[in-house]
């Protein structure tokens, strides 16, 4: 009888439910998921990263390049770093924006210096050839434009902007 007694409390205790205010846990948290970069640090650490050119907890720029450098303590930006968007008049463009994963894959070789000849010089000079417009030294009578170039020339045209070299 004396342990029914026991028992009949500690069951009751069982049954009952607890409400509790604080958080399961306590108040810790894993923080190692979260990027908060230049958050953490003393006052101590953030005044040496406004203050010092090297200090001693790098200040984390996000990916982000600086568009120059620090001489002396003061910033002096470079023109070539900062970026230049080059973007083409689509106003009369037919072609949409959006390409189907249904289309079919461009391979597409090397294009070697013979192709290139090929495709600029060898017609011009089949023809030449055919007409009998050749000098003795096998040059045109009448060159093209492409023909007349000299090997500086052609080089600064292969380097402009809008040839497909690059």
Known sequence: MQSSQILLPLSLHIQRRFI???????????FRKFLV???????VVKE?????LNPPVPI??????????????KF??????????VVPNLEN??????VSYKAADVVQSEFTSLELFNAIYAQKILEDFKSG?????????????SELLTPEEALLRARKTGSDIF
Do not use: F, M
């Open 20 to 30: 509790c205010s604080s958080s399961p846990l306590q108040g810790k948290r894993n």
């Open 37 to 43: 970069y230049n958050k953490r640090g003393t006052r």
């Open 48 to 52: 040496a990263q406004r203050t010092q």
């Open 60 to 73: 984390h720029k996000r990916g982000v390049r600086d568009t120059g450098v620090v001489i002396n303590g």
């Open 76 to 85: 002096v930006e470079i023109p070539e770093k900062i970026p230049e968007l």
């Open 93 to 98: 463009c037919k072609l949409k924006p959006y």
């Open 133 to 145: 417009k050749l000098k003795d030294d096998n040059s045109s009578v009448e060159p093209s434009e």
